[in-house]
T-cell receptor, first 115, second 112 residues
Framework: EAGVTQSPTHLIKTRGQQATLRCSPI?????VYWYQQALGLGLQFLLW???????NRGNFPPRFSGRQFPNYSSELNVNALDLEDSALYLC??????????????FGEGSRLTVL | QQQVKQSPQSLIVQKGGISIINCAYE??????FPWYQQFPGKGPALLIA?????SEKKEGRFTISFNKSAKQFSLHIMDSQPGDSATYFC???????????FGQGTTLQVKP
């Protein structure tokens, strides 16, 4: 069974540009979560999508946005990139409801570097 | 109130020894407490999780101990092996929000 896949693996952007990160969940999983793992800050919750709807977002500015498609894949968009956005962006999936018990399946992440 | 405090930041243990990582929380509304293991270049992987109405849960060499009154929980890795060398994160689930609050992580090195 394929795990959570994320693309691109690495992305380099300059300040002010936009970045789009993509995530394919495990087959059968309907919930997708995005986390930011910045150096020294641990994992920070960004967004939760379930059945195509945004269910919750973390304490991040509106320039962080995303969506979930009918096939449950998801993308994360970061507009007006700032140096502090440099981080590993992790996508996770879970069967519906199971994520509420903390059972998430993470991908390997997309490393975003902002210059 | 939303924080989960994890200690130590790093840990070195000899092969065969016991690794102990501790976490503390403030928000009594948290309803699940998972532990994740992360190897370099990989995403975190769920190790074991516990509910606050359970005092201990064991899976193989990994045991979570939970002290609800002290608002603390810990991960014990028995018979630690070099292959256990990784970063470990405790977390707490905020009910019905889909949000996990993670500790800062503990880098474990098991020496052969």
């Amino acid at each position: 069974e394929a795990g959570v896949t994320q693309s691109p693996t690495h992305l380099i952007k300059t300040r002010g540009q936009q970045a789009t990160l993509r995530c394919s969940p495990i087959s059968g999983h309907t919930s997708v979560y995005w986390y930011q793992q910045a150096l020294g800050l641990g994992l920070q919750f960004l967004l939760w999508y379930d059945e195509g709807e945004e269910r919750n977002r973390g304490n991040f500015p509106p320039r962080f946005s995303g969506r979930q498609f009918p096939n449950y894949s998801s993308e994360l968009n970061v507009n007006a990139l700032d140096l502090e956005d440099s981080a590993l962006y992790l996508c996770a999936s879970s069967p519906r409801g199971r994520g509420l018990t903390g059972e998430l399946f993470f991908g390997e992440g997309s490393r975003l570097t902002v210059l | 109130q939303q924080q989960v405090k994890q200690s130590p930041q790093s840990l070195i243990v000899q092969k065969g020894g016991i690794s102990i990582i501790n976490c503390a929380y403030e928000n009594t509304a948290f309803d699940y407490f998972p532990w994740y293991q992360q190897f370099p270049g990989k995403g975190p992987a769920l190790l074991i999780a516990i509910r606050p109405d359970v005092s201990e849960k064991k899976e193989g060499r990994f045991t979570i101990s939970f002290n609800k009154s002290a608002k603390q929980f810990s991960l014990h890795i028995m018979d630690s092996q070099p292959g256990d060398s990784a970063t470990y994160f405790c977390a707490a689930s905020h009910p019905n929000t889909g949000k996990l609050i993670f500790g800062q992580g503990t880098t474990l090195q098991v020496k052969p």
